[in-house]
């Protein structure tokens, strides 16, 4: 398989089939009046998830920018 193929674009090595199949477990657990919100839920969430590891990243990358306090250059 090439990289970027529709079979490769959910994690590891999910088909359509597998792909399809779970988002009809997923209807048929929550139901079909749920879903927005489930789906709103989730993109706060992943959209907090990013923000976060962002300000995680810059913050390591300050810290080691600076010298440690008390040392000489």
């Given at each position: 398989m090439?990289?970027?193929t529709p079979e490769m674009l959910i994690v590891g090595f999910l088909g359509t089939t597998e792909v399809i199949l779970i988002f009809v477990a997923?209807?048929?657990v929550f139901g079909p009046a749920?879903?927005?919100a489930l789906a709103k839920a989730l993109?706060?969430?992943i959209r907090e998830f990013k923000s976060s590891?962002?300000?995680s990243i810059g913050q390591d990358k300050d810290?080691?920018?600076d010298p440690p306090t008390g040392?000489?250059?």
């Open positions: 090439r990289k970027g997923i209807l048929l749920k879903l927005p993109g706060q969430s590891s962002k300000d810290d080691r920018d040392t000489k250059k």
